[in-house]
């Protein structure tokens, strides 16, 4: 499904270069939910700039769905990010003045696709998302965790290929972050979705199949979920404090 292999990236201010991502590997299969973590500085939110294609970047590869993205124009970007990319973001980024129900359909309605099929479909997620009560409702009327259930639902309405999370539970308190956990895992089951998140929250973060840990630009480590949500909750912030150099 995705396929970043020895990416590289820096930024430049004036005769200086800072490099940011210092080879990065990975690798998201279908159906898949992972997490990226690290410490602030570690590269997360500039790998998830390179693999929605909003900034360049100097070296490697990236593959979506047997798409290289690099060399791409920007009609193709554009393209890319409008049918094989879902975002979902920290602050929502919903419209006001539209309905939980228009909100979802907005990106069939940027490209006046509004079909009976658009319309079943979000019928369908918000449904599957637990926010049909509120969908003639507005942004203003209804609680952080509808309103970013309502930006998930959003992300899936072309069905794309890969769901890109930037901290979608860092405004949240935890019933409401556990019902934005719960929607990804609802779209993964019902409409086999592929979540890539990246997150501070490490509750979060304990529902992944794995966790990619940057450090410094690069992958420090990768943990696969292989015990209960709780007891890899403790696994993953071991690490995190070894990462950090608070355990030896």
Known sequence: MLYVK????SYKTGNKCYPVL???????????????????GSGKSTLLNCISCYIPFEEGTITLGGQELKGMNEDALAKV???????????????????VRENILVPRIIHGAVDSKAESLADELLTLF???HVANKYPAEISGGERQRTAVARSL????????ADEPTGNL?????????????NARQHL???IFMVT??????????RVILLKDGAVYDTLEKVENRSDFQDRLLTKIKEMSGDIE
Do not use: W, Y
């Open 6 to 9: 020895n990416l590289h990236k």
């Open 157 to 164: 309405i072309n069905q794309p290929l890969l769901i890109l």
């Open 81 to 99: 990010r409008n049918e094989k990319l879902g975002f979902v973001f920290q602050d929502f980024m919903l419209l006001d003045g539209l309905t």
């Open 200 to 209: 501070h929250d490490s509750f979060a973060a304990s529902f992944c199949d």
């Open 192 to 194: 086999d979705a592929t």
């Open 173 to 185: 308190d935890s019933k409401s972050s556990r019902a934005v956990i719960d929607s990804f895992e």
């Open 22 to 40: 210092k080879g990065i590997d990975l690798s998201v299969a279908q159906r898949e939910f992972v997490a990226v973590m690290g410490p602030s």
């Open 130 to 132: 637990g926010i049909n």
